[in-house]
């Protein structure tokens, strides 16, 4: 281009091959071929960049856990995810065949016994020498026992506390595991002879196999659980899995999956419009955050107000969501619920007029916001796994918006739905969110309507809420030391509060006069997945300072007492 530019000034022709070409025809077909070019490169350089994008989304390294359906399966994935490392639970007959990212595999427990016709097998042949195999429980039964091993059941139930008196130090996976270290069994059989290729490597003084390997192979076998929290070196037995022998660079982490959900996002919105249900829960909040990241404008969040939220939460969530930046349609729908809700007291019932209701108030709302294409819900991991068996079908609907992207006709987007509760907090840390919205409790999704036991009215509603106002803020104001020695508060060491208004009167004395009046019950729970849950056992100088002041303040109340009832037998919450 530079000497045809130079010849054009002296008005030259160039002769070659016999054929005159005018300089400035071929000045201006090259200019315009290289404008070409250029707008060319830029085309393959935004393909080249999304598939680099797309790349490192859908070959992020990870673990697959197949779940035999064992109550802890989504232990042994928080245990994983908490060493930075990604993993994902499926179903034990839906391994992801051809998946380059896959480093490792571990078999989860069964309530099934090995031997029982009835129990979930795979074919070890599809992971067996391609992968490193951890079993736990009946993973490693099952594994010993395909191979020629026996399982029988056990003489007496093997459950709780356990320690290995003996194991093998120089194997790597009990690398760094103290002397005697205490494990976790639970299981009604156990293995009694290996295959010859096996050697055991870990016993304790009732369960000679407590953990083996294949010689040869990278494909362990352990009886205890190492997930669970009673397992004292545990974490560290699943680390020197995940990082030692699958060679996992732990490099999963909230803001690498920021990163790397908002590209999604980016390409899998465009320029579409979403629209999102907010509850003012961790969830939804954080959904929205991250999609506000991703698309700005085009995302609309819709609020609900049924009339059953905490005090003042109804201004209060969206003045937080404002400041957030967010686009927030508020809707105030009180006198529609409570006219539904009327003389109803079936709890079941309350449940499902609530959850139609508003259905049909965002449904309502949506249709005003034009050109919507997709639905966002907070859903977490969790509500995935647990919507599905390990059989794949569907056994439980999750409980964010149910109903709702049939009934819209409209695509589903749920950026969280690879995350576990606490992950979904550090990923709300990591995008700048207020503390008081990542920390905030549990809170039922017909709010306080599953707090009175009985019928609903507005002036039950107030009651429940100025004392429930008084219980939380009072465990937001209590100072205590935590396990640490570091000041804290109280309400962030309780993982779920609440207030019940229940459908008793009794009588008391105020002043003079005698009083007629409601009883409360104070509901305060420590958890760490709300599977189980134990009443918290708070101070008793709190406890009377804040039935002193929900008496004196509430009028309506003369009685306040204490739910020291854990889950199980009992719920967290009262319906």
Known sequence: IRDVERSRGLGDVYKRQGIHISVFLVTAKIRYLSRLIFVLNLIFLRIFVLQIINTSVSMQEKIIILDFGS?????????????????EIVPYNKFPQGDESVKGVILSGSPFSVYDESAFKIDLNEIRGKYPVLGICYGAQFIAYTNGGKVEPAGSREYGRAHLNSFDKGNVLFKGVKENTQVWMSHGDTITAIPDNFKTIASTDKVKIAAYQVEGEKMW?????????????????????????????????????????????????????????????????????????????????????????????????????????????GVDASAKFFAELAGVTEPERKRKII???????????????????????????????????????VIKSHHNVG?????????????????????????????????????????????????????????????????????????RDWKVKDADGNETVLYHQVWQAGVILLPVQSVGVMGDERTYERAVALRAVTSTDAMTADWAHLPYEFLGK??????????????????????????????
């Open 403 to 475: 109903g709702l992207p049939e009934k819209m006709h409209l695509k589903l987007c749920e950026p969280l739905r690879l995350l576990f509760k606490d992950e979904v907090r550090r990923v709300g840390r990591e995008l700048g969110m207020p503390d008081h919205l990542i920390t905030r409790h549990p809170f039922p999704g017909p709010g306080l309507a599953v707090r009175i036991l009985g019928d609903i009215t507005p002036e039950k509603v107030r009651i429940l809420q100025d004392a429930d106002d008084i219980f939380i803020q009072g465990l």
């Open 221 to 329: 076998g352990v009886q205890f659980h190492p997930e669970v929290f009673h397992s004292e070196d545990g974490t560290q037995m699943l680390k020197n899995f995940v990082v030692e022998v699958c060679g996992c660079k732990q490099d999963w982490s909230a803001a690498s999956f920021i990163e790397t959900t908002v590209a999604e996002l980016k390409e899998q919105l465009g320029d579409d419009k979403v629209v999102l249900g907010l509850s003012g829960g961790v969830d939804s909040s954080v959904a929205a955050v991250l999609l506000n990241r991703a698309i700005g404008k085009n995302l609309t969040c819709i609020f609900v107000d049924h009339g059953m939220l905490r005090k003042n939460e109804f201004k209060n969530v969206l003045h937080d969501y404002e400041c957030l930046g967010l686009n927030v349609v």
């Open 546 to 575: 804040v039935s002193n002041d929900i008496i004196n303040k509430v009028k309506g109340v003369n009685r306040v007492t204490y739910d020291i009832s854990s889950k199980p037998p009992s719920t967290i919450e009262w319906e």
């Open 355 to 393: 959850g139609k209701g508003f259905i049909d108030v965002f449904d309502e709302e949506a249709h005003k916001i034009k050109d919507v294409k997709w639905l966002a819900q907070g859903t977490i991991y969790p509500d995935c796994i647990e919507s599905l068996s390990i059989t794949g079908t």
């Open 71 to 87: 109550q802890t399966t989504q232990l042994i994935g928080r245990r994983v995810r908490e060493l930075n490392v990604y993993c």
